[in-house]
């Protein structure tokens, strides 16, 4: 059996981009392994910087160069290669992110970005270009550049590795500075994008995650008891997968990255605007799989759970003061929108990454748990 022809393929000075048709409907599959790693990074740097044409067998590519000319590049390396995205660093001076399996039409991360650094928005890795292509239809990211945040830790890594009984302040530290990076993306992501958001369409969302992952897992779920009311949200645009992974600590200074949205959800469904509760909940939820991972893994007594309460409360403080303040009737909202994040967590973990999943349904299990009514004393 012969392989489908691509359905157009992209050469930038000296490398081959084939595009195939990917087996989700929809979806693209970007051809990185025609040229050895980081061939195409480097091609990419230099045709943004000359602001060279792309040459394609049947579609249109296009440069999004900076204002500013970028610099002469001279060596590339990949930093790493996964199921949504391929990241290979130039120069030591930019991140060059290549999406795998892009939607057809999608340009969210690369709009942010731009939006992000347009407002000089201290949290965010100021973009530095990307290519488009497109046939008849809406342009779609094939690659976005960045600055390079060298030296950087990701949250996870910097929590995997907290012992939670004897550095309970760095922690507690750590997620300060992560609800106020948090609190601060929002802030520059606002303006012009607030709308009004009816919590019966929310709470609709949310139990439609909960069912799709029941449906995952063939039921075996806890399914909690949600309100049939709850306040009205404002929404705007937000980051939509937040997670302690997605947070670079480098110098002292806290960066989100990572704009593309909830890969579990669909391209129409990643660029509506949501309450920025949904983050802050992520958040947490993320910082709680990190103490149940440790928990498994490095056996964690049950007095650590306290600590990443404590921890928890200091980052939706830090987040509160940061934003100046919650929206009404957060402390009700909060534990709704972290069990849709755990349900988010079931699906993500069945779809790319099983060995997540045992994590991630006791994620749900303590999200459930936290909705339900005290028992009378």
């Not at 049939?228 to 110098?251: E, I, K, M, P, S």
């Not at 989100?256 to 509506?272: A, F, I």
Request: aromatic share 6%.
């Amino acid at each position: 059996m012969t392989a489908d022809p691509p359905v157009d393929v992209l050469r930038l000075g000296g490398a081959t981009l084939p595009l195939h048709r990917a087996a989700e409907p929809g979806h693209l599959r970007l051809g990185l392994d025609a040229d050895p790693p980081g061939t195409a990074a480097l091609a990419l740097l230099t045709a943004l910087r000359h602001r060279t044409e792309v040459r394609c067998d049947h579609g249109t590519a296009t440069l999004h160069a900076p204002d500013r000319p970028l610099p002469p590049v001279t060596g590339s390396r990949r930093l790493a290669a996964g199921h949504t995205n391929t990241l290979d660093i130039v120069d030591e001076r930019f991140a060059v992110k290549w999406y795998a399996e892009p939607a057809l039409g999608t340009t969210r991360e690369q709009q942010l970005l731009a939006r992000l650094t347009a407002a000089r928005c201290r949290v965010t890795p100021a973009v530095a270009g990307a290519l488009t292509w497109r046939t008849d239809g809406p342009p779609t990211t094939l690659a976005v550049v960045t600055a390079y945040l060298a030296g950087a830790t990701d949250g996870w890594t910097l929590l995997e590795h907290l012992d939670p009984l004897r550095a309970e302040d760095e922690l507690r530290s750590l997620c300060r500075s992560f609800g106020t990076a948090l609190a601060e993306l929002h802030t520059a992501l606002a303006p012009g994008s607030y709308i009004r958001l009816g919590s019966a369409t929310r709470l609709a969302g949310i139990s439609a995650r909960i069912t799709a992952a029941r449906a995952v897992c063939r039921g075996d779920l806890p399914v909690p008891e949600l309100p049939r009311h709850a306040t009205d949200l404002t929404a705007q645009d937000v980051h939509g997968d937040v997670h302690l992974g997605q947070f670079l600590v480098a110098d002292g200074r806290v960066h989100v990255t990572d704009l593309e949205g909830d890969p579990t959800e669909q391209p129409y469904e990643r660029v509506r605007p949501d309450t920025p509760l949904r983050d802050l909940a992520s958040l947490r939820r993320s910082v709680l799989l990190a103490h149940l991972w440790r928990r498994d893994r490095h056996g964690d007594p049950p007095a650590a759970r306290a600590v990443y309460d404590r921890a928890l409360a200091d980052l939706t403080d830090a987040y509160a003061v940061a934003s100046g303040g919650l929206p009404a009737g957060w402390t009700s909202w909060l534990p709704l929108l972290e069990l849709e994040k755990a349900a988010g967590e079931v699906l993500y973990a069945r779809r790319f990454l099983p060995e997540w999943l045992l994590t991630a349904r006791a994620c749900y299990a303590d999200a459930a748990a936290s909705l339900e009514p005290e028992p009378h004393r």
